[in-house]
């Protein structure tokens, strides 16, 4: 199957500061990208939706201010978390939607490895 | 909107046994797609069966299946001869028109031998 790589796996930054996650889809082009925001022991949660060349369409009660997102090209999304709080620290995966095969939503979605974040 | 739902947070089954996670979602489309994941401690998610709303015959992977029920709306994963590598939280997940996977809320599996 298709690999999507994102860095780092894990991050420690102090409050105040910002950081930057990396989404790549190293096999194939994806168009669209998503990212998601999982909790201790909770689910998967809709941020937003990675548009290359275009703006992102975040989920609603997400902060486009706080986490910026940019899909410069087919195959590299990035997520920056800009004056980063405690209460950011979550675990953030991403994944990318191959553009090979027939139709659209049902084009499977492969997932990154995750990035734990941890702000002091 | 859709929704998910996982009733059984968490779930327990021996080794070599079966086991059946339960899954119900709600949504006016017709034409859809239903996903089980699997998210072992590494917490990289698996695909571990999908499922095409206009297909009637329940998908199957190995030791995977599905008890799809359109009208009921439900999509319930089975897994047969449990082994210990199938530990991990399973989730349900739904994507329609709008293209966004939407997860439930997660059943934890463990193994025991």
């Known amino acids: 199957g298709a690999v999507v790589s994102q860095h780092p796996s894990r991050v420690i930054c102090k409050s105040g500061t910002s950081v930057k996650i990396e989404c790549r889809s190293l096999?194939?082009?994806?168009?669209?990208m998503f990212w998601y925001r999982q909790f201790p022991k909770q689910s998967l949660m809709l941020m937003a939706t990675?548009?290359?060349?275009?703006?992102?369409?975040?989920e609603q009660g997400v902060e486009k201010d706080k986490f910026l997102i940019n899909h410069a090209s087919l195959t590299l999304s990035t997520l920056t978390v800009t004056s980063a709080h405690p209460e950011d620290s979550s675990f953030y995966i991403c994944s990318a939607r191959d553009l090979r095969g027939v139709g659209d939503f049902q084009r499977e979605l492969f997932f990154g490895s995750g990035t734990q974040l941890s702000v002091l | 909107a859709q929704t998910v739902t996982q009733s059984q947070p968490e779930m327990s089954v021996q080794e070599a046994e079966t086991v059946t996670l339960s899954c119900t979602y709600d949504t006016s489309e017709s034409n859809y797609y239903l996903f089980w994941y699997k998210q072992p401690p590494s917490r990289q998610m698996i695909l571990v069966i999908r499922q095409e709303a206009y297909k009637q015959q329940n998908a199957t992977e190995n030791r995977f299946s599905v008890n799809f029920q359109k009208a009921a709306k439900s999509f319930s994963l089975k897994i047969s001869d449990s082994q210990l590598g199938d530990t991990a939280m399973y989730f349900c997940?739904?994507?329609?028109?709008?293209?966004?996977?939407?997860f439930g809320t997660g059943t934890r599996l463990q193994v025991t031998l």
């Open positions: 997940a739904f994507i329609g028109t709008a293209s966004k996977l939407t």
């Open positions: 990675s548009n290359e060349g275009s703006k992102a369409t975040y």
């Open positions: 096999d194939f082009q994806a168009t669209t």
